[in-house]
């Protein structure tokens, strides 16, 4: 059974940080891209940061970027979201969704973890 | 950055009738548009990839149409279970996706 867990949310002041970690298991997590998405509490979706199967290529929203940063560990079937600098509109539940190499839309969600960035 | 807009963004149906859901991107994404489905307290799970093929397990109620900027999914027969928010996500510019502000379908 594929499986993502989120970890490493809480609450954290602004200008805090913050690392999130994603476990995968049930799947060949090296073939797989893998992104965060966030939500704002009663909102929609926000695409945040991405990274391709080897880790070497990597993107951000234009939001996060220069604050926020994505890495895996395919040895570890793990994904992570260093999260610097952190403000109060940064306050959402945080998703990893995964998706097979081609152009494909996210497979696989986590059920996420909760960031509140508040004083 | 592309922008998916999607109307309306409630759609009070009653069971039994049929849901058309639109969504519109700013500019083309070929085909490369998928429809989330997304209940209180769950993550987000994929009902349509590619405009209008469905995901394993999709029942063939779901079905969506489009291609270029203008896309639409309808569920042709609302069951209890449908009820919820439904995004649409265009992947075409990875690793940038955009999803759409949802709709949310409810009972009339």
């Known amino acids: 059974e594929v499986q993502l867990l989120e970890s490493g949310g809480g609450l954290v002041q602004p200008g805090g940080s913050l690392r999130l970690s994603c476990a995968a298991s049930?799947?060949?997590?090296?073939?797989?891209?893998m992104s965060w998405v966030r939500q704002t509490p009663g909102k929609g979706l926000e695409w945040v940061s991405g990274?391709?199967?080897?880790?070497?290529?990597?993107d951000y929203a234009d939001s996060v970027k220069g604050r926020f940063t994505i890495s895996r560990d395919n040895s570890k079937n793990a994904l992570y979201l260093q999260m610097n600098s952190l403000r109060a509109e940064d306050t959402a539940l945080y998703y990893c969704?995964?998706?097979?190499?081609?152009?494909?839309?996210?497979?696989?969600w986590g059920q996420g973890t909760l960031v509140t960035v508040s004083s | 950055e592309i922008v998916m807009t999607q109307s309306p963004a409630t759609l009070s149906v009653s069971p039994g009738e049929r849901a058309t859901l639109s969504c519109r991107a700013s500019?083309?994404?070929?085909?490369?548009l998928a429809w989330y489905q997304q209940k209180p307290g769950q993550a987000p799970r994929l009902l349509i990839y590619?405009?209008?093929t469905r995901a394993t397990g999709i029942l063939a109620r779901f079905s969506g149409s489009g291609s270029g900027t203008e896309f639409t999914l309808t569920i042709s027969s609302l069951q209890s279970e449908d009820f919820a928010v439904y995004y649409c996500?265009?992947?075409?510019?990875?690793?940038?996706?955009?999803f759409g502000q949802g709709t949310k379908v409810e009972i009339k």
């Open positions: 969704a995964s998706k097979e190499t081609g152009i494909r839309p996210f497979d696989y």
């Open positions: 049930g799947f060949t997590f090296s073939s797989y891209a």
């Open positions: 990274i391709n199967t080897r880790g070497d290529y990597t």
């Open positions: 500019q083309s994404v070929s085909s490369n």
């Open positions: 590619g405009a209008s």
């Open positions: 996500q265009q992947y075409n510019y990875w690793p940038r996706n955009t």
